[in-house]
């Protein structure tokens, strides 16, 4: 079992920034592929970002390319998202994900714990 608890969410102006935390704890944290997702109001959960095992590939959503890097520090058991140039549409609730799959790790169904998400809301 995995336990991940986000954190550093909250309102911006539109063009700021933000940086969330995934603490994760109960198992071998580098032993697992992390994401980031998030989901609006209305509409279908989507993946933001996502990390495999020891950092060493990365994927993002088509709508934060160039503006979200996220990383790992398997030191501090911890996934983080830097947001940057954020905007208005980019408000949502931002959750946590791990998974013990290998590959491509891009998909919701990929992912086998979660965490309870962090509201992120960017006002224009």
């Known amino acids: 079992q995995v336990q991940l608890v986000e954190s550093g969410g909250g309102l911006v102006q539109a063009g700021g920034s933000l940086r969330l935390s995934c603490a994760a704890s109960?198992?071998?944290?580098?032993?697992?592929?992390m994401g980031w997702f998030r989901q609006a109001p209305g509409k279908e959960r989507e993946l933001v970002a996502a990390?495999?095992?020891?950092?060493?590939?990365?994927y993002y959503g088509d709508s934060v390319k160039g503006r979200f890097s996220i990383s790992r520090d398997d030191a501090k058991n911890t996934v983080y998202l830097q947001m940057n140039s954020l905007k208005p549409e980019d408000t949502a609730v931002y959750y946590c994900?791990?998974?013990?799959?290998?590959?491509?790790?891009?998909?919701?169904?990929?992912?086998?714990?979660w965490g309870q998400g962090t509201q992120v809301t960017v006002s224009s």
């Open positions: 109960g198992r071998t944290f580098s032993n697992y592929g």
């Open positions: 990390v495999v095992r020891r950092g060493v590939s990365t």
């Open positions: 994900a791990a998974t013990r799959a290998i590959g491509r790790i891009t998909t919701q169904r990929a992912y086998d714990y």
